[in-house]
């Protein structure tokens, strides 16, 4: 009988103090070549099947094989065209809660001011991050230096 306050754990309907079934004991060579046998017959069974999936007709392919409408078909290539440069800088936030970046004032601000802000870029693309915040996204209008907060024109009259 266990003692005041254990208890004796019994999983299955067998009597208390019954020792249960252990699994016969493997070598761990002996393991590892159960498994390296099965998991190469079981790729020469994926193959086998691989084989004969893709170069049987199907009838939803008009009659087509899978690897016919695979060779048909044009395939990627790399983009082509300006290499767009990348990267990632730091750049003070301004008491006014402008950054300085690539020969353009960006407009954060004045939450932002005296922050440390992460510049992430490719090309034109540009996103300003502060700590774990997104302050700003935008493509650089090289047309004018300072980049504003709005694309909007204020102007007297409408």
Same mark, same amino acid.
């Not at 099965?38 to 099947?49: G, I, K, S, T, V």
């Not at 020969?103 to 996103?127: E, K, N």
């Not at 997104?134 to 650089?140: E, F």
């Given at each position: 009988?266990?003692?005041?306050?254990?208890?004796?754990?019994?999983?299955?309907?067998?009597?208390?103090?019954?020792?249960?079934?252990?699994?016969?004991?493997?070598?761990?060579?002996?393991?590892?070549?159960?498994?390296?046998k099965?998991?190469?017959?079981?790729?020469? #069974?994926?193959?086998?099947?691989?084989?004969?999936?893709?170069?049987?007709?199907?009838?939803?392919?008009?009659?087509?094989?899978?690897?016919?409408?695979?060779?048909?078909?044009?395939?990627?290539?790399?983009a082509?065209g300006?290499?767009?440069p990348?990267?990632?800088?730091?750049?003070?936030v301004?008491?006014t809660?402008?950054?300085?970046?690539?020969?353009?004032?960006?407009?954060?601000?004045?939450?932002?001011?005296?922050?440390?802000?992460?510049?992430?870029w490719?090309?034109?693309?540009?996103?300003?991050?502060?700590?774990?915040?997104?302050a700003?996204?935008?493509? #650089?209008?090289?047309?004018v230096?300072?980049?504003r #907060?709005?694309?909007?024109?204020?102007?007297?009259?409408?």
């Amino acid at each position: 009988m266990p003692a005041h306050g254990s208890r004796q754990a019994n999983s299955s309907n067998a009597p208390p103090n019954t020792p249960h079934p252990q699994p016969p004991k493997r070598s761990s060579s002996t393991g590892l070549d159960y498994c390296s046998k099965n998991l190469a017959a079981l790729q020469q #069974l994926l193959d086998e099947y691989r084989q004969e999936y893709n170069n049987r007709r199907h009838q939803s392919l008009d009659g087509q094989t899978p690897q016919q409408r695979y060779d048909a078909r044009p395939k990627a290539t790399p983009a082509t065209g300006p290499h767009r440069p990348s990267g990632v800088t730091t750049r003070p936030v301004s008491a006014t809660g402008v950054i300085a970046f690539s020969g353009c004032s960006i407009v954060l601000g004045r939450t932002w001011a005296g922050h440390a802000a992460t510049v992430y870029w490719q090309g034109d693309r540009v996103t300003v991050m502060v700590d774990d915040m997104v302050a700003r996204q935008l493509t #650089l209008d090289r047309s004018v230096r300072y980049q504003r #907060l709005t694309n909007q024109k204020l102007s007297g009259k409408s």
